[in-house]
């Protein structure tokens, strides 16, 4: 990965002077992303700093996609972005609320259903931790009370 396009990029999307234009970066910076700052060398602990900078950075971008998505009423993309977003940072619970409700809105609880179960194994078998009383909430007013 190219990290200095890469922080070029992020840096051009903070400064455009509208949302298309930021767009256009946004998906530059997205698409030079290629994982996380030398994965492979997961115990160099000299460049945790960056591979965590870079990873957030990488995050921000997604969320900025989503958002501009989101105000489009894009949903299908909104979608594909949270299942990026999703991709590298497993545990967003955020994310799975969002996919939960776009699901529902296009009437497809099946897919709300495959998402709550897909978060509920990421937390609870592989975190060990219950899911939050936010998630249940929306999950139940999503499925269970329609």
Same mark, same amino acid.
């Given at each position: 990965?190219d990290?200095?396009?890469f922080d070029k990029?992020c #840096?051009?999307?903070r =400064?455009a002077? %509208?949302a298309?234009e930021?767009?256009?970066?946004?998906?530059?910076?997205e698409?030079? !992303?290629?994982?996380d700052?030398?994965e492979?060398d997961?115990?160099?602990?000299?460049?945790a700093? %960056?591979r965590a900078?870079i990873?957030? /950075?990488y995050? +921000?971008?997604?969320?900025?996609?989503?958002?501009?998505?989101?105000?489009?009423?894009? !949903? +299908? #993309?909104?979608? =594909? +972005?949270?299942?990026?977003y999703?991709?590298a %940072?497993? @545990?967003?619970? %955020?994310m @799975?609320?969002?996919?939960? #409700?776009? !699901?529902a809105?296009?009437?497809?609880?099946a897919?709300?259903?495959k998402?709550?179960?897909? @978060? +509920? =194994?990421a937390?609870? #078998? =592989?975190?060990?931790?219950? /899911?939050?009383?936010?998630?249940?909430l929306i999950?139940?007013e999503?499925?269970?009370?329609?």
């Amino acid at each position: 990965m190219d990290l200095e396009e890469f922080d070029k990029e992020c #840096r051009l999307a903070r =400064e455009a002077s %509208d949302a298309d234009e930021a767009f256009i970066h946004l998906l530059r910076a997205e698409s030079l !992303y290629q994982g996380d700052f030398l994965e492979e060398d997961v115990f160099e602990f000299w460049c945790a700093e %960056d591979r965590a900078r870079i990873k957030a /950075l990488y995050l +921000s971008v997604l969320a900025s996609i989503i958002e501009y998505h989101e105000c489009r009423k894009d !949903y +299908s #993309r909104v979608i =594909e +972005s949270c299942n990026r977003y999703l991709q590298a %940072d497993p @545990y967003a619970e %955020d994310m @799975y609320q969002r996919l939960m #409700r776009y !699901y529902a809105g296009q009437g497809n609880n099946a897919m709300v259903k495959k998402i709550y179960e897909r @978060y +509920s =194994e990421a937390i609870c #078998r =592989e975190l060990k931790c219950p /899911l939050s009383k936010e998630t249940e909430l929306i999950y139940r007013e999503l499925v269970l009370e329609r």
